[in-house]
C-alpha cells in the first residue's frame, strides 16, 4: 500500500480529493496539510511514499516544496496537481505534475509510477466528472 500526504489549502477540496483516491485499495492518504510548510513538518513525521499537492499553496507554494522535499527527503516522491495544463515552472524541478482533468485511471497510475511501484489494484474506479463537479462546487463556496 502507498501511503500518501495529501496537501490542499482548501479542507473540502482535501476531503472530495481523498475520498476519490480511496476508489483505489492500494492508496492510503495517512496525514494532510494546508501549506507548504505544515507539509514539510508532515513529511517528516509520516514519512509518506509520495506527497499529492497542490501548485497553489499559501506559505510555500507547491513547486518550492517539492524543490525542499527532493533536497531534503529524496526517497518521497511528489506529485503536482493543477487545473491548468501548462505549467509557470521547470518541470524538472518537480517528479510529476497532473492535470485533474485526466482520468482517475491517469492520475492513480502517475502515483505509482512516481513511486516506483506498480498498481496491483484494478479496482473500479467511480467517473471522474462527479468529482470534478463536486471539486468545482466546493471551491466556488
Known amino acids: ?20 483516491l480511496a476508489l483505489d485499495a492500494g492508496l ?8 507548504g510548510v505544515q507539509t514539510l513538518m508532515q513529511v517528516r513525521v509520516y514519512r509518506p511514499d509520495v506527497v499529492v499537492m497542490n ?6 507554494d507547491g513547486p518550492a516544496t ?11 516522491a511528489v506529485v503536482l496537481y493543477s487545473l491548468t495544463d501548462r505549467p509557470a515552472w521547470p ?6 505534475l497532473i492535470n485533474l482533468t485526466q482520468t482517475p485511471a491517469v492520475i492513480f497510475e502517475t502515483i505509482y509510477r512516481v513511486s516506483g511501484r506498480v498498481r496491483q489494484s484494478r479496482r473500479p474506479t467511480a467517473p471522474h466528472d462527479v468529482f470534478f463537479r463536486w471539486s468545482s462546487a466546493a471551491r466556488s463556496t
Open 91 to 96: 518541470l524538472t524541478r518537480v517528479h510529476q
Open 55 to 60: 501548485v497553489a499553496l499559501p506559505l510555500l
Open 28 to 35: 492510503k492518504v495517512v496525514s494532510e496539510a494546508a501549506d
Open 1 to 20: 500500500m502507498l501511503r500518501l500526504l495529501l496537501v490542499d489549502e482548501d479542507a473540502a477540496v482535501r476531503e472530495g480529493v481523498r475520498a476519490w
Open 66 to 76: 517539492a524543490e525542499v522535499l527532493r533536497a531534503t527527503q529524496p526517497r518521497c
